[in-house]
């Protein structure tokens, strides 16, 4: 497959002003400092313990970003590209660079995969990835593409070394929740990097990488659906709800009518017909949600010792 035969457009594949309309009205969110932070005491309890209040989150920032740079390609509204660029250069004001390579860290602790502050996410690169390719294709501005450049040579160092790829014998896969201890195989987030890589072949050769993505996820999406004909979020058994299995369809759509990818058909056909299995198994499948939770309990009782004893 060649990704330069593919229709490109500054349009994001997904629809995402239901997405952008929810975090402007929703009380877990707040506008500060010209980025939207999340009140994570709204996820994970005992938050004074071991968490910020709230918490700058990438992959929402960039989300919202490319729902501005939707408007703006729609309307050609000055204003909104002028926002999106803002939003773009404020949330890097919250990234960590390195020479040449700009991490986009979570300054939270992410309890279900066992994550310490400072985790990255190619989910977060590869949003921002697709965000600037935009705003670089619109402007012309090279600093578009050198941001674009920094996130993506952290989206693909490997897991080992602080990175979000893996290289597996299949090809690539890019992790959401990058663990050095366990692997957990998110399907949306890779997607989203898939994307990511789709984009930056536009203005940069990684043609290579996006074939070995798409392989390795073409080898592996039939073991997302081995419950009932029902659909997991990760390979670690937790079972995808309503919105995620609609997040999952609308992913594979792109896919298959934009990237041309076939052989994904028949999954795209279960993500639409096994919502109620789904949300039943996401209540039956007790056994894995209780050692979910007994490791997630560990991972706080650890936190709460650990600041416990620095307050001694």
């Known amino acids: 497959m060649d990704s330069k035969d593919l229709n490109f457009k500054l349009n994001y594949y997904l629809e995402l002003k239901e997405f952008a309309s929810k975090v402007k009205s929703s009380d877990a969110y ?8 999340y009140k994570i005491n709204n996820v994970y309890p005992l938050n004074n ?5 709230i ?3 990438p992959v929402v920032n960039f989300l919202m970003a490319l729902e501005l740079i939707n408007q703006y390609y729609d309307s050609r509204n000055e204003v909104l590209l002028s926002e999106s660029k803002l939003l773009i250069e404020n949330s890097i004001k919250h990234a960590h660079v390195d020479k040449d390579k700009m991490y986009f860290r979570h300054e939270y602790y992410q309890p279900l995969y066992l994550l310490n502050k400072g985790w990255v996410s190619g989910m977060a690169q590869g949003l921002f990835i ?5 705003l670089y294709l619109i402007t012309q501005d090279e600093v578009f593409f050198q941001y674009a450049k920094s996130a993506f040579d952290v989206m693909i160092m490997p897991v080992e070394q602080g990175g979000c790829m893996l290289t597996l014998e299949e090809g690539v896969w890019f992790e959401e929740y990058p663990s050095k201890k366990n692997n957990s195989f998110v399907l949306n987030g890779n997607i989203f990097s898939v994307f990511a ?3 930056f072949n536009q203005i940069y050769d990684c043609q290579e990488l996006l074939y070995q993505s798409i392989r390795k996820l073409s080898s592996t999406i039939a073991e997302f659906y081995v419950f009932e004909g029902c659909c997991r979020y990760d390979l670690n058994n937790a079972i995808c709800d309503e919105n995620y299995l609609k997040l999952h369809h ?6 298959i009518n934009d990237f041309g990818l076939k052989d994904l058909e028949p999954f795209i056909n279960i993500t639409t017909s096994c919502a109620p299995t789904c949300n039943n198994l ?13 490791h997630k309990l560990i991972f706080i009782l650890l936190i709460v010792v650990k600041k416990l004893a620095v307050k001694k």
């Open 55 to 57: 918490a700058f989150v």
């Open 30 to 37: 707040v506008y500060e400092q010209g980025v939207y932070k």
């Open 130 to 134: 697709s965000a600037c390719v935009r």
């Open 282 to 294: 996401t209540y039956s499948f007790k056994f894995d949600r209780v050692i979910r939770r007994v």
């Open 49 to 53: 313990l071991y968490n910020p209040e």
């Open 250 to 255: 609308d992913q594979l759509d792109v896919l």
């Open 197 to 199: 890589l789709n984009d």
